[in-house]
């Protein structure tokens, strides 16, 4: 009798089931537990009440991202409840040994960031953090996502965590990617499509040609956004794209067991005839340059398209929202955003701050200068990200176009730390989320790629890149 074809996360997830029994949630193995100092103090307090170590530190990492400075991080930090939250990520791990990436170590940075530039992050794993952007590592061939407070207690008492198996969508992009298009408009224009909430319940997988034309790098930005459209993760099966971006990493197997493990990783793919709960595809040639207009990434659009009216919406429920989002941005339906003056740019933020945002920034805006009306800050992901853009003359090039390079942290992707857009004021931003107050109180929003974001930075305004390229 022939085995029931299974998808790559069907095959990782039943893997991984310790127990399961029909009805409950399935006790669920984890490989790693990533901890930062936002979701971790309260979980650490329930080990300390029950008497309880953490069951297994070498599979436990820890850094400071959310709450960090990026200017001057060799000093105490300045905000209260900030210095506070990192102070008690650094007495939480020395207390239970777990080991921190804290402020001034090489390999501080974003949580999502580091875990695959360090090789901690490898296909066929099991991976959660107290962050739903844990999707991001889902690029390598693996099941990530993000838990709560209590389930991070469970995972660092028994390094499991009880979860309901998600079903299964495949979103598969063909054809060839235009000019100017980036990993970003790719998923900016799948939840435009779907919604924000057109993939709860699912966990999605990435397919096409489109897809596997992509770098690690780009590939991390659309698995780092599944959980926009309401996904519980997201993955792309490895190749060997994702071999060559592991080898030699710190962490990563070595010699003669990375061959070992190559062999192993070559099994993670999805069997033919395999049948997913919800199949979608899309074409390539139809995605162009993305911007969102509204309070949530599904609000998005081509950036030569115009703001949809009311009676363009799909359902009328959305119309109450629709409308408020647009008061709240200060936006007209049915308007283009084309020239519109934008104030901030920031380019960082788990999806995009790696070595590659960067490159492609500093190619655009090389020999240029930033529009006299722009604030512009870019955030490297992590320390070895700052290095190597120091290594490759890149802070010279944003130096000399009026661009601020700061040091690694979550910065402006969520204001919580002194990096906040001002009341009333418009920024382009190359980070995961447009809610209202994200980046800062009564702060507006426009999530776009690193390159749009790049234009807008040089003119000042709502740019189509293909014009500067």
Known sequence: MSKKPKTIFEKIWDAHVVKGSSGYPDALFIDRHFIHEVTSPQAFDGLRKKGLQVF?????????????????????????????????????????????????????????????????????MTIVCGDSHTSTHGAFGNIAFGIGTSEVEQVLATQCVLQYKPKTMKIEINGQLGKGVLSKDIILYIISK???????????????????????????????????????????????????????????????????????????????????????????????????????PGMGMKVTDRIPTVAELKEIGQQTSFQKSLEYMGLESGTSLLHKPIDYVFIGSCTNARIEDLRLVADLVKGKSKAPDVEVWVIPGSKQVEAQAKLEGLDKI???????????????CLGMNEDKVPEGKYCVSTSNRNFEGRQGPKS??????????????????????????
């Open 56 to 124: 297994n530190t070498a599979r436990t990492t820890a850094t400071a991202d959310h709450n960090v400075p990026t200017k001057n991080q060799h000093l105490p930090i300045k905000e209260t409840l900030s210095r506070h939250q990192v102070e008690t990520l650094r007495k939480n791990c020395a207390e239970f040994g777990v080991e921190l990436y804290d402020l001034g170590h090489p390999f501080q940075g974003i949580v999502h960031i580091i875990g695959p530039e360090l090789g901690l992050t490898l296909p066929g």
């Open 194 to 296: 779907i919604s924000a909430s057109g993939a709860t319940g699912f966990f999605v997988e990435y397919t096409g040609e489109a897809i596997r034309s992509l770098s690690m790098e780009a590939r991390m930005t659309i698995c780092n956004m599944s959980i926009e459209m309401g996904a519980r993760g997201g993955l792309i099966a490895p190749d060997e794209t994702t071999f060559n971006y592991i080898n030699g990493r710190k962490f990563a197997p070595q010699g003669k067991r990375f061959e070992e493990a190559v062999t192993r990783w070559k099994q993670l793919k999805t069997d033919e005839g395999v049948a997913y709960d919800t199949e979608l595809v899309f074409d390539a040639a139809d995605i162009e340059p993305m911007i969102t207009y509204g309070t949530n």
């Open 398 to 412: 944003f130096e000399r176009a009026g661009f601020e390079l700061r040091q690694p942290g979550c910065s402006a």
């Open 444 to 469: 507006r929003t426009f999530l776009a790629s690193p390159l749009t974001a790049a234009a807008v930075a040089i003119t000042g305004k709502v740019t189509d890149v293909r014009e500067l390229i």
